[in-house]
């Protein structure tokens, strides 16, 4: 059998790409097993508020259910975190959405029980993705991509009545045409476009700041291979015609349904990379050297540590750069 690390893609293991959680596909179809799960001694409640959980110390808090089983909470499933001593106890996982942050009782992080609620702070994914453990950034990965895709999908497509929700939270069904419908993620590519002197493309989108360069990126189309969505975008973006595309690693970005699909690719003619101007505005040529010496020098910034646009960049780079001030994505 093969270890986690033998079949990790190029990039490694990514930030949001950790899962230590069995999501249990064959049992949340059961009927009645979130009710079942919900009475277990064992199993934990994680709660999820606009985006965020609760943090303390760097882990998930994660509660003890009470009461009756609420309507909207999905089966996250079983964490796997036993085999990694001191990272919790097996449990099965259940999430809670709330529109404000709920009052907690008898929490637990990291396995450990807390005693005092009071310092616990509602932290959003990507400010803490990479500080947690494993099992705790897969689970919170999972909570908020399946809450995103319920919060917009209420009711049926076909026909506009609202849908209910069925096996554990992983299904809506329309009560009038029977129509079942399931979470849907929206793939995107996002690439490092090197030259035949192996400099790095990098883009400056028209949404940040002048400052901030990173990786080009856009949204597979239907119908569409990823490669070709590597070609086209890169032709929309910087005008420039690469070919060669090599996949690197991906990892979900639910902000609010993406998964990031990392490649790589090159081009022969560099001198005709010009920005588009309405999504780009500046693209930029970098050799190694310069890209460290306009980061440290904090002449550009690079996107935050749980990004896949910073393990791309420093996968190109070969090493660590130093870390960004502000921007997480
Ligand atoms: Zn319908």
Redesign the pocket.
């Known amino acids: 059998m093969r270890t986690p690390e033998e079949i990790l893609p190029a990039l490694g293991r990514l930030p949001l790409a950790r899962e230590e959680v069995d999501r249990g596909c064959e049992v949340r179809a059961r009927e009645g097993w979130l009710e079942q799960v919900w009475t277990r001694a064992e199993s934990r409640v994680l709660w999820v508020s606009g985006g965020r959980a609760p943090v303390l110390g760097g882990q998930l808090v994660l509660t003890r259910p009470e009461g009756r089983l609420p309507a909207g909470a999905v089966y996250l499933g079983r964490s796997t975190a036993d085999t990694v001593p001191g990272a919790g106890p097996r449990a099965e996982l259940i999430l809670l959405v709330s529109d404000d942050h709920p009052p907690l009782t008898g929490g637990e992080a990291g396995g450990q029980a807390v005693s005092s609620l009071e310092d616990v702070a509602w932290v959003g994914l990507r400010d803490v993705a990479a500080a947690l453990t494993d099992r705790d950034a897969g689970v919170f990965v999972e909570a908020v991509a399946i809450a995103n895709w319920h919060a917009v999908h209420t009711h049926?497509p076909?026909?506009g009545?609202p849908t209910e929700v069925t096996q554990s939270g992983w299904v809506r069904v329309?009560p009038?045409?029977r129509?079942e419908h399931f979470p849907r993620t929206d793939p995107a590519i996002i690439v490092t476009v090197t030259d035949h002197q192996d400099r790095l493309l990098l883009g400056n989108n028209v949404a940040w700041g002048p400052s901030v360069y990173s990786t080009l990126a856009g949204f597979v189309e239907p119908g569409e291979s990823l490669e070709a969505a590597v070609v086209r975008e890169i032709h929309e973006e910087s005008n420039l015609r690469v070919h060669s595309p090599v996949y690197l690693g991906s990892q979900p970005w639910p902000f609010p349904q993406s998964l990031m699909l990392g490649y790589t690719a090159v081009t022969d003619h560099p001198d005709e990379a010009a920005a588009d101007r309405e999504e780009v505005a500046h693209v930029r040529w970098f050799t190694r050297q310069e890209l460290e010496d306009a980061v440290s020098g904090g002449e550009i910034t690079l996107p935050g540590s749980a990004s896949i646009s910073r393990a791309l960049i420093e996968h190109w780079f070969g090493g660590a750069l130093p870390e960004p001030r502000t921007l997480q994505n």
Do not use: F, L, N, Y
């Open positions: 049926c076909r026909c009545t329309c009038q045409d129509s």
